[in-house]
């Protein structure tokens, strides 16, 4: 069932199961309540929890407990995710210590960086290993998903490591989109890119 | 003409604009040089120029320097924009402390919390300003864009306050979707949903 999902709709998977997680104190919740909690309508929560086969009761509406299970299931959040990061700057080093990752089941298991005063360092109970290790580091830790935190020139050469090394899912942080595979699948999160959207939004209201 | 253009061709005007940056030392850039640059093919490049207005020589392709000014009015990245970031634990602090913005025309020009210990501090010639001093701030400092990195459970009295502020772009990292009126443009950055992505795409491939 889980093919037929589109990735777009996924997102909103990802806001219901946290609106179910707000109401884990009551057994049932409507579609109205979920629709509250996540800032959509309750005709797309219904057509999108009947689409994933979750019907609720007339009058009382989804069992909570059970729609979790059944959304944490798509979402393949009902177990823990080894993540590896690379590049400890500023920005490696907030995502290292966010705990809305660990929450979600993303653990971050080896983080790396190539300068020599980083190396060693302790960032939340993991150790900045030298980039060089890499390779062996997500083999051994059965890393899944890896998230870079470096600047745009050093990307293509990271991800084409990262590609034989195995790894299929990549956050990357870098104003840039490196070129992969067609069975790779990379989330560019581009910062920049996001306030030019909302300068664009102000332009036009100018 | 800016009007006419959909939203979601902004994040590729900007990644065009980083394309001619890195081209600043040619005259003319063609539409495939462009188009290996950002990752897009340049069919897409040659149609979404000639829709802003612009066409290249045959032979030659688009001449970098007015293209580059172009492409910056239309994005209202051709000015510096005021922002103010709410909330300064890791995310925001590394935020606070990420260069992109600057370089894109995006100045952090106020910084704010509610932890005593934190008010006072500055980082990167930023003093962190107490919460309260939201508004008055605001006003005084022209600021346009506001960045929330602050618990999900304080975004939307947060939002209603910058609303009543006059602000009416804003980038928010929280992992909920505040409710805002339709005249306001808020973006959601929620960093554990784009590893649910991820891992919803590892999970398909189980």
Redesign the interface.
Known sequence: M??KIP?VT??R???YY?ALLESRHKDYISSEEIAYL??FNSAQVRKDLAYFGQFGTPGKGYKVESLKKALLS????DRI?N?ALVGVG??G???L??K??E????KIVAAFDKDMRKIGKVIRQVKIQDIKDLEDTIHKKNI??VILAIPAKHVQAIVDRLIKGGI????NFA?????IPSDI?I?N?????????????????R
Request: charged share 20%; aromatic share 10%; proline share 5%.
């Open positions: 889980n093919k990735l996924v997102p998977i990802s806001l946290r996540t800032g798509i979402l393949g959040t995710w993540v500023n920005l080093s907030a995502l210590s966010y809305g990752f929450e979600q089941g993303f899944k998903i299929k899912a990549i956050l104003p840039i989109r490196p070129k699948h989330l999160i581009d910062l920049s890119i996001e306030l030019e959207r909302l300068a664009y939004f102000l332009n036009k209201l």
